[in-house]
């Protein structure tokens, strides 16, 4: 069975800090992966999306960044980190008619 | 540019009845619909889809309705039980540049009320 691994659940990170979410799927190859963000209030933002490795399509420019360098491996960073950038992050791949969702990153930049 | 709207940011349902979340899109080229259910601190759960050539999908309590002409749809929850309250998100879906892009609205959180 398919399944999908995110951490760390939770984050507390000072401003111009860097940050580094790691997000692996397991049970399928070539995936579709997605990195979401949801700010307090608001829906699920995506932001970036990848078919393969290395190949990372950009959202909304902003100060993150998105790596693929596995199959089955999808990175969000960031160099510094602003007030801004805190909120709930969400990796997930796409299978069909269905994308499945990691239990996400509660990042909170002080 | 919000392309996925859901403009009801809450909605509550005495139990038993019936629980309707709209949606509505922009983007013509959107050609699958989904619906999620979210509770606080979890990631998305799968509920619920349709394909634009369809108009309508049921499953179990859960039907999806889809008016492409009006570019909304809608899920119905028939009956609303206490454990249907949560944030639902309704997506849509487009392939672009060789991946299904899936951009999601802003969530509709439904309160089911005993």
């Known amino acids: 069975s398919q399944t999908i691994h995110q951490w760390p659940a939770t984050l507390v990170q000072p401003v111009g800090s860097p940050l580094s979410l790691e997000c692996t799927v397991e049970g399928t190859s070539n995936p579709n992966l997605y990195w979401y963000r949801q700010a307090a209030g608001r829906g699920l933002q995506l932001l970036f999306y990848?078919?393969?490795?290395?190949?990372i399509s950009s959202e909304v420019p902003q100060n993150l960044s998105a790596s693929r360098p596995q199959d089955r491996q999808f990175i969000l960073s960031s160099k510094k980190l602003l007030l801004s950038d805190s909120g709930f992050y969400l990796c997930?791949?796409?299978?069909?008619?269905?994308?499945?969702f990691g239990q996400g990153t509660r990042l909170t930049v002080v | 540019d919000q392309q996925v709207k859901q403009n009801s940011p809450s909605l509550s349902v005495q139990e038993g009845r019936i629980s309707i979340l709209n949606c509505d899109y922009t983007n013509s080229m959107f050609d699958y619909f989904l619906w999620y259910k979210k509770y606080p601190a979890e990631g998305p759960t799968f509920l619920i889809s349709i394909s634009s050539i369809k108009d309508k999908n049921e499953d179990g309590r859960f039907t999806v309705f889809l008016n492409k002409s009006a570019k909304h749809l809608s899920l119905h929850i028939v009956p609303s039980q206490p454990g249907d309250s949560a944030v639902y998100f309704c997506a849509a879906s487009e392939r672009f540049q060789g991946a299904q892009k899936l951009v999601f609205g802003q969530g509709t959180r439904l309160t089911i009320n005993p």
């Open positions: 990848s078919v393969g490795i290395g190949q």
């Open positions: 997930a791949w796409r299978r069909r008619d269905e994308a499945f």
